[in-house]
Antibody, heavy 124, light 110 residues
Framework: EVQLLESGGGLVQPGGSLRLSCAAS????????MSWVRQVPGKGLEWVSI????????YYADSVKGRFTISRDNSKNTMYLQMNNLRAEDTAVYYC?????????????????WGQGTTVTVSS | QSVLTQPPSVSAAPGQKVTISCSGS????????VSWYQQVPGTAPKLLNYDNNKRPSGIPDRFSGSKSGTSATLDITGLQTGDEADYYC???????????FGGGTKLTVL
């Protein structure tokens, strides 16, 4: 069974930094693109970033471009999201999600496994 | 405001059928694959449909997706109280190089 487990959330001041982790098990990690998706409580889903299986390709939502960096360590079956210059509007539950193939630039297979989420609160 | 438009809410009685729409344009739905997600309050989203109309293993055939032109729909038949959730359509927009989610539809089973 494929499982994803996020960690690293917490309370941070505006302008601060935080690094989220997503540990995967039960799969050949490098064979799949991975995404971060966030959700403000009571609001809809917002895609944040995606990284291909080999880490050669990364894409970001305009709202986080230049502030967030996605990465992965396939030897550790773990994906990361480095979040810098955090703003109040970044406050959300952050989910990691697995793609259906290694390529980042296809939506054909959807995001088929999701973690339980980790909460990020940006507040002074 | 998402470029994929969903009705904020739909409702129906147990056993009935409900249709959730996802409206877009040629540049988004028209040229990309649609997937659908179910999110029961307090839990993570779950993939219901991918590649416009395919179900992952373990998803009942009560959940049926389709796409025509610039719109997609998710039909749920034989409604159960456990189907009460928020439902989202999504695409990988190849012109934006970004995933885009619809605004979500809250399903109430009366």
């Amino acid at each position: 069974e494929v499982q994803l487990l996020e960690s690293g959330g917490g309370l941070v001041q505006p302008g601060g930094s935080l690094r989220l982790s997503c540990a995967a098990s039960g799969l050949t990690f490098s064979s799949y693109a991975m995404s971060w998706v966030r959700q403000v409580p009571g609001k809809g889903l917002e895609w944040v970033s995606i990284i291909s299986g080999s880490a050669a390709s990364t894409y970001y939502a305009d709202s986080v471009k230049g502030r967030f960096t996605i990465s992965r360590d396939n030897s550790k079956n773990t994906m990361y999201l480095q979040m810098n210059n955090l703003r109040a509007e970044d406050t959300a539950v952050y989910y990691c999600a697995k793609g259906g193939v290694a390529a980042a630039g296809t939506g054909r297979y959807g995001m088929d496994v999701w973690g339980q989420g980790t909460t990020v609160t940006v507040s002074s | 405001q998402s470029v994929l438009t969903q009705p904020p809410s739909v409702s129906a009685a147990p056993g009935q059928k409900v249709t959730i729409s996802c409206s877009g344009s040629t540049s988004n739905i028209g040229n990309n694959f649609v997937s659908w997600y179910q999110q029961v309050p307090g839990t993570a989203p779950k993939l219901l449909n991918y590649d416009n109309n395919k179900r992952p293993s373990g998803i009942p055939d009560r959940f049926s997706g389709s796409k025509s032109g610039t719109s997609a729909t998710l039909d749920i038949t034989g409604l159960q109280t456990g189907d009460e959730a928020d439902y989202y359509c999504a695409i990988w927009d190849s012109s934006l190089s970004a995933w885009v989610f619809g605004g979500g539809t809250k399903l109430t089973v009366l």
